[in-house]
């Protein structure tokens, strides 16, 4: 059974650090792309990064480019988002799911999601 859990969330105050993981069971980075999403309360589910190693392509979001840096770790199926700068306007519930990887980061193309792990940032 295809799994993913996300962990790594907290609060932080507005201009620090966060790393964010991703452990995948069950499938390897060959089969699917992970991709990184958030919803913050009363808004829409926004595609935060991806990253393919079938295709070696990586992708971010508008809102967080420059700030936010996605890899991964093949030997232990595990992808990290690395953020950076954080805003209360990444004050969100992030999710990783397993799919394809493309520059519109849009959840249909994904077909597994993990639990969520929120990330608050105070101003």
């Known amino acids: 059974e295809v799994q993913l859990q996300a962990y790594g969330g907290g609060l932080v105050q507005a201009g620090g650090s966060l790393r964010l993981s991703c452990a995948a069971s069950?499938?390897?980075?060959?089969?699917?792309?992970i991709g990184w999403f958030r919803q913050a309360p009363g808004k829409e589910r926004e595609g935060v990064s991806c990253?393919?190693?079938?295709?070696?392509?990586?992708y971010y979001g508008d809102s967080v480019k420059g700030r936010f840096t996605i890899s991964s770790d093949n030997a232990k199926n595990t992808v990290y988002l690395q953020m950076n700068s954080l805003k209360p306007d990444d004050t969100a519930v992030y999710y990783c799911?397993?799919?394809?990887?493309?520059?519109?980061?849009?959840?249909?193309?994904?077909?597994?999601w993990g639990q969520g792990t929120l990330v608050t940032v105070s101003s």
């Open positions: 990253i393919s190693s079938i295709d070696g392509s990586i």
């Open positions: 069950a499938f390897t980075f060959d089969d699917y792309a």
């Open positions: 799911a397993a799919g394809a990887c493309r520059r519109d980061i849009h959840d249909y193309l994904y077909d597994y």
